[in-house]
């Protein structure tokens, strides 16, 4: 069932046109104040923890207001920490959610990473909505002496522990690469069992489709899934007896750029979401740099987002 009204949920990361080498910070804070003013659902941030020479090595996107991809950024690309930058727009925002995407989990340890995630989803009392997964950069995890190969079993062990360390009492935990006993963690998050945790990625493997019928309240594709990576999904949610509107369906808006220097048309972009919400999407994300190159302008922007889909979605 879809709803009246899609949720739109801007994107604060990749707007390097807009904010300069170093970011903006404070326009990063001041543009999730803004999107909360216009009535946009949530703003979403993604990170990269350093970055190497793999970073750039297919060559740079054709035009820079593209999303991010496996090789191609430069290495020196910024990429600001998004749970501190979050806890930020926490601070100057009342109802907006706060979702962490593409935390790469592994390439910390999951008492920390437990640890931050609870007290930022204290802080913004319940707003956090966190995106676990891991890297494709192999020059990351050599950077942080983490094995890249083991990379997704490092996921699994840190969902697992968030399940046991979000919980009253102390907890206990044996894994393969990491084991802590009579632990307590403190303060416990603001909603009972933790953040919301949304899962995604380029294909629905295996491991991602396991991952959200464990642990899964979102579906968040990189670009749109096929009808029949829809269908493994409701089967294997039936199969797991969970039904799939416990699953926010997280879209998108897909910018078709003239030339390598000209921004996108933001009516084009936005003429999928009624076919999106047909197939049961519900939210969908929005990079303000694709449409805009003015950094003033953000609000503006908003608010003509949420009167065209109002229209369209009427």
């Excluded at 804070?29 to 923890?49: K, P, Q, T, Y």
């Excluded at 403190?186 to 294909?203: A, H, N, V």
């Excluded at 972009?269 to 994300?285: I, N």
Aim: negative net charge.
């Amino acid at each position: 069932m879809t709803e009246p009204h899609p949720r739109m949920t801007l994107v604060l990361t990749e707007n390097w046109t807009m904010t300069g080498g170093r970011c903006d910070l404070a326009a990063l804070v001041r543009w999730a104040r803004e999107a909360e003013d216009a009535g946009f659902d949530s703003v979403m941030l993604s990170e990269h923890i350093v970055l190497g020479p793999d970073a750039g090595a297919d060559g740079p996107m054709p035009n820079p207001r593209e999303y991010a991809a496996p090789g191609n950024q430069a290495p020196d690309t910024p990429w600001p920490s998004s749970i501190v930058l979050l806890s930020a727009m926490a601070a100057v925002t009342e109802r907006i959610r706060l979702a962490a995407a593409a935390v790469l989990a592994p390439l910390r340890h999951p008492l920390l990473l437990a640890k931050e995630l609870a007290t930022l989803d204290l802080l913004s009392e319940g707003r956090l909505v966190v995106l676990p997964t891991v890297s494709w950069s192999a020059d990351e995890y050599a950077a942080l002496q983490v094995p890249f190969a083991r990379r997704g079993r490092l996921l699994d062990e840190h969902l697992a522990a968030w399940q046991l360390l979000w919980r009253p009492g102390p907890a206990t935990f044996e894994g393969e690469h990491y084991r802590f006993r009579d632990t307590w963690l403190e303060p416990k998050p603001y909603r009972s069992g933790g953040p919301q945790l949304w899962f995604g990625g380029s294909t629905l493997h295996g491991a991602v489709l396991r991952r959200l019928v464990t642990y899964g309240h979102g579906f968040n594709p990189l670009g749109r899934p096929t009808p029949g990576e829809l269908e493994k999904l409701r089967a294997a949610m039936a199969e797991a007896r969970r039904d799939m509107s416990e699953l926010e369906m997280v879209g998108g808006t897909r910018a078709v750029f003239p030339d390598r220097t000209s921004v996108a048309d933001l009516g084009r972009a936005l003429e999928a979401v009624p076919e999106q919400m047909e197939e049961g999407f519900t939210t969908f994300c929005i990079k303000p740099s694709q449409f805009t190159d003015d950094p003033a302008g953000v609000g503006d922007f908003c608010r003509e987002v949420m009167r065209r889909v109002e229209r369209l979605t009427g």
